[in-house]
């Protein structure tokens, strides 16, 4: 699933205005029973986050929030149990160091603050959830799209293959 | 040393946009390199031998059996030699680090083309050069018009413009590692076409060839390598020095934390990741002796350029390769 | 490479080397001929940069000694020991005796395997084996055959030694990591010191016997020495150098003296000062800058009393100095400016661009006695004094060594926290730029005559004209299967091929 939802191109999308692709990585104990609660409470939040569940906010590897961005994410989520909270105990304790030390790494290439967040939500937090995704996804509307992967392909990454062959010097 | 047929080799090297270490590095197989050219004949090598770039062209296909390719693609002639060398060549070898990973060259993905020309020739404090004048692709003259390559926007790697066979990561690589991969080369032991396979190298990480003593202790305060003189044969990373050892792929023998200076990086990610700023961070977060978001921001603050630090010679291979 | 839409003029013919080989990482030379065949113009281009002085901003300045060396992998510790006395001048470190000595050591004996390198593998050939002699035999494997595998095996083991010296000291035998600032990541132990001194003593010897092979083979050889004395290949330009406190050649400091063609003392100035009399000067067509004296001012490619090109190679470091800092190397010192300007003192300055190479071989006899003097020194070994600690507030600093191929300066501009927010680099042989320029342009002039037919041999000794000043690399000094094709191609301006000449 993820794969295929991930790679689909953002212009292909029929729609006059940009919509996000946001990724949400949250962890299966109080951040995704939040989001669920939202969703059984029926609160609104808008359809462009495409949420990723794992057990533990610490097995989220910075190198999962770097590929959603090269791949094409416009905004991507992190979202875990408060610190104290955690169902491993600890898990979250790495979460605190590696996601805010990588979203300063990811300022400086260039991927704005609003972009890559950090938030603790518990499973009775809905309320928030909702708010936190309404938030972020009209910030992210405002950026505009990242497309990453034609950053990358207009500056020159993969181009040599398509050139035409080596002529006559 | 044998070969397979009787009739002599024919061997390349090229630099890019490189330092000119990676051909040093290849004399450093020392004597060894007699048996080499008593089998082989290097039939373009800039800074040895007088070949010309026409006369490359005017090869036929595939005429040279092993070329080795090292340094970044940083503008237009680089790439288009990368062409013209896959194009005569049966085995195009990425060597070292520049042409593998990106190397230092890529740290200017962190910055804009437009900023570079600037800091050269513009706002520079020794440069006098009050009518503005850049280099320019085309310079008319009274007798002809005179070319230099364009400076891209981005340094690419090789495997960004062609097809390459083998990788042999380094900056420089090391003799040992590399004399183990010509012989496999040479004595066919190895493919002549491959997928960008590392070569010359192991897959773990230089903490597995480091000889400093691990004690498996959290880290309490980052220090910097001018600040404090570190303890001899503990690891530096336990005494708050960033090592990048736990990100970088081994084959150097550790020879920086030898001689008691943190490891930087230089033969790129390990052999399990593709992203060694990632791996680094991911790291980072488990080693730090800390229970609060205060404890943490603040032990965050005292490193001092964790992209420049953890991407130093590899940001070409990131999954993000450039500043936006 | 120059792609085929590229225009030449009406009535000019182009000659393109391209790229040049046995030198300089990146170049090409484009020779313009008039309608009688007479060279018009000729430009040396350098198609590359890739912008150290921006990326550099915004790393730590503790890092700069570990990343500018691969500026140059042939003189990494040149860009090392430059950024490390930056980093020292940035945080106001005042270094132990240990660790002065240890920092001049390391650089001496990498200027030992450095020049011998560039002697053997690049200079050489031309001399030993002829200007103009068959290329297939103008190379290492030539000099061997006629002088001996013995002397090869002298050159490998030189250059090893100096390698194996580079690991001890600094962890690699290329990119070495040791100079920090404050001194160096660790101290010589003294097994370790044992080792370095029968290294040193091997390569005083080896040096004495390099400068010993160059009186035999070319001093001695009339040809050669006419070749040098009165080739086309003089600049009476300005000439730069380090000296310490007494005016003697001093590679790791002190301060840079510029004298001018006539031999007069222009400037002396300290590191920190170099902006004020340093420019540098940007043309269109190729990505190298042109320093120049700002007190004589930028009048183009042209030499003499009136024009702000000057020149920074082992003979300008022989002209601005009035003496060696030991004994062997002032003898050689001395003879050689007797040779060349029948004043034994060194006070007239030499301009034939050939003569570099033998002042090469002064400065490598300086560089390993001198050596052994420091490793003999009883603080060398200190277990405590190998660095101090940085405690002050960093903010600017420069640092200036002599490369092997020119006087290497390192600016860096810091926050508090010590984060580069500017950084300036005059490398070696950018000093050297306009010089080049104007002596491939003076070779190509005078060898390149209408009606005498462009041969092989001419090309190299066009090429002759740069090699001197050894830039920015040294190699093969091991076994090469010479054959250098060449193929140039004299085309009319609408493409046509109208000659064409080749060499294998």
């Known amino acids: 699933m993820a794969d295929q939802v991930m790679t689909a191109d953002v212009s292909t999308r029929a729609s006059a205005t940009f919509e996000p692709r946001i990724i949400g990585f949250l962890c299966y104990w109080c951040s995704y029973t939040g989001a669920d609660m939202a969703g059984t409470a029926r609160m609104k939040y808008p359809p462009n986050i495409d949420i990723v569940r794992l057990m533990c906010s610490g097995r989220i590897d910075p190198e999962l929030v770097a590929t959603a961005f090269a791949k094409g994410a416009d905004g991507v989520l992190v979202c875990g149990c408060h610190i104290g909270d955690c169902h491993y105990m600890v898990g979250n304790h790495k979460t605190m160091v590696r996601i ?70 | 040393m044998s070969t397979n047929g009787s009739e002599k080799k024919k061997v390349a090297m090229y630099w890019a946009a490189s330092c000119g270490g990676c051909d040093i590095s290849l004399l450093e197989i020392g004597p060894r390199i007699l048996d080499l050219t008593a089998v082989a004949d290097v039939v373009f090598w800039p800074v040895a031998v007088d070949f010309k770039y026409a006369d490359v062209a005017a090869y036929p296909d595939e005429y ?105 990561p380094g900056c420089p690589p090391q003799a040992d590692r590399v004399w183990e991969a010509i012989l496999a080369l040479v004595g066919g032991v190895v493919p002549p076409r491959n997928k960008a396979v590392k070569v010359a190298c192991t897959d773990k990480s230089v903490c597995d060839e480091c000889k400093r003593e691990k004690r498996k202790v959290k880290i309490k305060e980052f220090k910097r390598p001018h600040q404090v003189r570190p303890e001899p044969e503990w690891c530096l990373l336990e005494q708050g020095l960033i090592c990048m050892g736990p990100a970088t792929r081994s084959g150097c023998g550790a020879l920086c934390t030898n001689a008691d200076l943190p490891c930087r990086g230089c033969y790129g990610p390990s052999g399990t990741v593709e992203d060694q700023g990632t791996a680094m961070v991911s790291a980072i977060g488990s080693i730090l002796d800390v229970t609060t978001e205060e404890q943490a921001r603040a032990m965050l603050n005292q490193i001092a350029d964790p992209t420049g630090t953890f991407y130093r010679f590899s940001l070409g291979s990131s999954y993000l390769k450039a500043r936006k | 490479m120059t792609t085929p839409h590229v225009k030449t003029a009406e009535g000019f013919k182009r000659i393109s080397i391209d790229p040049i080989t046995r030198l300089e990482g990146h170049g090409k030379i484009d020779i313009f001929l008039n309608a009688e065949g007479e060279v018009a113009d000729c430009f040396f281009q350098v198609p590359e940069l890739r912008g150290f002085e921006k990326f550099c901003e915004g790393r730590p300045v503790e890092e700069m000694p570990r990343i500018t060396p691969r500026i140059c992998g042939v003189c990494p510790e040149a860009h090392m020991m430059a950024s490390a006395k930056a980093c020292d001048a940035v945080y106001k470190a005042e270094l132990p005796l240990t660790a002065k000595l240890l920092r001049e050591l390391q650089y001496n004996i990498f200027f030992v395997t450095d020049h011998t390198t560039h002697f053997y593998a690049l200079a050489a050939p031309d001399f030993v084996m002829g200007p103009d002699c068959d290329p297939a035999i103008r190379n290492l494997i030539g000099v061997i055959g006629k002088v001996g595998l013995e002397i090869g095996g002298k050159v490998i083991k030189c250059r ?22 404050g001194g160096m990541s660790k101290p010589l132990y003294p097994e370790e010191r044992n080792r370095i001194e029968e290294i040193v003593v091997d390569m005083v010897e080896f040096a004495k016997f390099s400068m010993q092979l160059f009186e035999d083979v070319v001093l001695k050889n009339p ?37 001018g063609p006539d031999g ?37 490619l042209v030499d003499g009393l009136d024009s702000g090109v000057y020149r920074a190679t082992p003979q300008s470091r022989l002209n601005v100095a009035e003496g060696m800092n030991s004994p062997l190397a002032q003898e050689a010192y001395e003879r050689y400016f007797e ?37 003999r020194h009883p603080e060398i070994t200190h277990p405590e004094n190998y660095r101090v600690v940085c405690t002050n507030v ?70 002759m004209a740069f090699r001197a000043y050894d830039p920015c690399y040294g190699c093969a000094t091991h076994s090469l299967p010479g054959q250098m094709p060449l193929i140039v191609r004299v085309r009319d301006v609408d493409g046509t091929v109208l000659s064409e000449t080749t060499r294998n």
């Open chain 3, 394 to 463: 960093p903010s600017e600093g420069v640092g200036i060594v002599e490369a092997p191929r020119g006087t290497l300066t390192h600016h860096y501009v810091t926050d508090e926290r010590g984060i580069v927010k500017r950084a300036n680099l005059i490398v070696g042989t950018t000093n050297n730029n306009a010089a080049i320029c104007m002596s491939v342009k003076k070779a190509a002039q005078g060898l390149i005559r209408k009606g005498v037919e462009v041969k092989e041999g001419t090309l190299n000794m066009i090429e």
């Open chain 1, 100 to 169: 805010p030390l990588l979203q300063r790494v990811l300022r400086e290439m260039g991927i704005e603050p609003q972009r890559f967040r950090l938030e603790w939500v518990s499973a009775a937090e809905g309320a928030r959830f909702q708010k936190i995704v309404r938030e972020m996804t009209e910030q992210v509307r405002q950026l505009g799209p990242l497309n990453w992967p034609g950053l990358m392909r207009s500056r020159g990454v993969g181009h040599g293959m398509d050139l035409k062959p080596w002529g006559e010097v």
């Open chain 3, 264 to 300: 007069k003392e222009l400037v002396k100035y300290e590191p920190r000062d170099y902006y004020k009399h340093i420019g540098e000067h940007v043309e269109p067509w190729t990505y190298l800058k042109f320093p120049y004296l700002k007190a004589v001012g930028w009048k183009g």
């Open chain 3, 223 to 259: 040809q050669y020495l006419d070749l040098i004395l009165n080739g086309p290949y003089i600049h009476k330009t300005y000439s730069m150098g380090l000296v310490d406190e007494k005016n003697r050649v001093n590679f790791y400091d002190g301060k840079v003296r510029v004298v």
């Open chain 2, 64 to 168: 040279i059996d092993y070329c080795f390719y090292n340094g970044g693609v940083r503008n237009s002639e680089q790439e288009e030699v990368a062409r013209l060398l896959r194009k005569k060549s049966k085995t195009l070898v990425a060597y070292g680090t520049c042409a593998c990973d990106g190397g230092i060259p890529a740290l200017a993905n962190l910055k804009s083309k437009q900023g570079i020309f600037e800091a050269a020739y513009l706002d520079n404090p020794s440069t006098v050069n009050p009518a503005k004048v850049l280099p320019q692709e085309i310079t008319e003259t009274p007798v002809g018009q005179l070319e230099i390559p364009k400076f891209y926007d981005q340094v690419l790697r090789l495997i960004d413009v062609v097809e390459v066979d083998y990788l042999i």
């Open chain 3, 339 to 375: 040779t060349l300007t029948n004043d034994r003192s060194g006070h007239t300055p030499v301009h034939h661009t050939l003569a570099i190479h033998w002042a090469r071989l002064v400065e490598l006899l300086n560089a390993a006695e001198h050596s052994l003097e420091l490793v």
């Open chain 3, 160 to 181: 090893a030694e100096g390698h194996e010296a580079s690991k001890i000291f600094g962890g690699k035998p290329v990119n070495p990591v040791n100079a920090i600032p």
